[in-house]
């Protein structure tokens, strides 16, 4: 399985509200600006699965390599990134997930497990501007109507 990382951060939300800072799971993990994280159950952690989809957190705003880095890692909720894509056509508001064999995200079949909407429109795109929004994709966050 390979990590699901951003190759950039071209914008974050709100300085105050867009973010959050959390502890990292386990203390030996290497986190990397960029990587897309999942909150498991005491701290954050790098996603390996597209179903992680339902922990998803957001993207990584500390670089934190091992024991020896920061404990508390602060996590963009909402961001504008450039990452790896699967070979293919992608349109503006195309949703998105998470394919764990190669790191990449892909269209998501049918909306299961997304994680990010695409912000262009390209063909044979191996790379995509992307929005990241956790609180809009109401599964960590559910907002009553």
Known sequence: MADLK???IL??????????VLAKKTAGDDLQIGDFLNFASTGVEKMNAA???ATFIGVCGTLSEDADGPDQI???????VEVPTESAT???GQSLSMNASNGTLETASPDANTIAHS???????????VLVDVVSLQ???????
């Open 90 to 92: 992608y349109i503006p």
């Open 11 to 20: 914008q974050y939300g709100d300085p105050i509200f867009g973010r959050l």
């Open 6 to 8: 951003a190759s950039a």
């Open 119 to 129: 912000l262009e429109y390209k063909t044979s795109a191996t790379s995509l501007k």
């Open 51 to 53: 179903t992680d989809d």
């Open 74 to 80: 602060m996590v963009y909720l909402k961001a504008i």
């Open 139 to 145: 599964k960590l966050f559910s907002v009553a109507a």
